[in-house]
């Protein structure tokens, strides 16, 4: 089985900051760094499960293009697009001393697929909600999605309320993956859901399946790594409850590390679950 991710991937320019700068001042930054993210660190978490997997969204030419593609090649994720004339976009991510992150994007040639590849067999299907947007990629990926035959996860992203086109794509969705802010905005009628909860675990279908411990140093990534492993364990013939118990604990690796692509390996969640 392979996952097929139609998602954005963007470079994320990140920077650890002892709290957000009030408006019109400054904060300096305790580190800094670039590092592909969105759609990359799901991909990520499912081939580190052992799931194999590609990427059919766009990418830029220019450095950030260059970044995405050669991160890519590293974790032995297919490129299955061309890329684009525009660079790739990117956001700048300030994670503060509590670990949690705030964003600020710019789209670039991700958002301007004009098509998608067909699939293989048995491919699960990752949208994230950012390709959702009426200014990148909705009339492309919703007509896509209306043609396929497959597994399709939505993980609609904190800008949920700003996707116009969710009632189409909810018809073609087998999985909603969330957190509990963005499950309040999509409202019930989705065949199947996943709504993470933090350090609290998650509810699949409405029953709880407990996190574990974690000391979090860095969130950025983590409802990412979950998706990404959630997909991997359906994939490998888990019932949904043992795959969320999988997801929880790749979740709670991940944010005890630093980075967005800090998803661990099946074997260190087999050590955790154990």
């Avoid at 009632?167 to 989705?190: I, Q």
């Avoid at 709670?252 to 154990?274: F, H, K, M, N, Y």
Wanted: hydrophobic share 45%; net charge negative.
């Amino acid at each position: 089985m392979r996952l097929v991710s139609v998602g954005n991937i963007i470079v994320d320019v990140l920077l650890s900051v002892p709290a957000l700068p009030e408006r019109g001042g400054d904060m300096l930054a305790t580190s800094g760094g670039m590092s592909p993210g969105g759609s990359f660190n799901t991909l990520v978490a499912a081939t580190r499960q052992g799931l194999r997997s590609a990427y059919a969204g766009g990418h830029g030419t220019g450095p950030m293009g260059d970044l995405v593609r050669s991160a890519l090649a590293r974790e032995g994720i297919e490129l299955l697009s061309e890329r684009s004339d525009a660079d790739t976009g990117f956001d700048v991510a300030m994670i503060d001393a509590g670990g949690e992150r705030s964003f600020v994007t710019a789209f670039g040639a991700e958002a301007q697929i004009t098509s998608l590849p067909g699939l293989e067999p048995g491919d699960l299907v990752h949208v994230s909600g950012y390709g959702l947007l009426p200014s990148t990629n909705a009339a492309v990926v919703t007509a896509w999605l209306d043609t396929v035959d497959a597994t399709v996860l939505l993980d609609p992203g904190p800008l949920v309320a700003d996707i116009r086109v969710l009632d189409r794509v909810k018809r073609r969705t087998t999985w909603l993956s969330c957190n509990e802010r963005e499950a309040a905005l999509v409202g019930d009628g989705w065949d199947h859901t996943v709504v993470r909860l933090g350090p609290d675990g998650c509810l699949v279908d409405g029953v709880h399946v407990p996190g574990f411990p974690a000391d979090a140093v860095d969130t950025n990534g983590a409802g990412d790594a979950h998706v990404g492993a959630f997909l991997a364990a359906l994939a490998a013939r888990l019932d949904p409850l043992e795959a969320a118990r999988r997801a929880n604990a790749c979740a709670a690796i991940a944010v005890s590390r630093s980075g967005p692509s800090s998803s661990p390996t099946a074997a260190e969640v087999d050590a955790l679950l154990e």
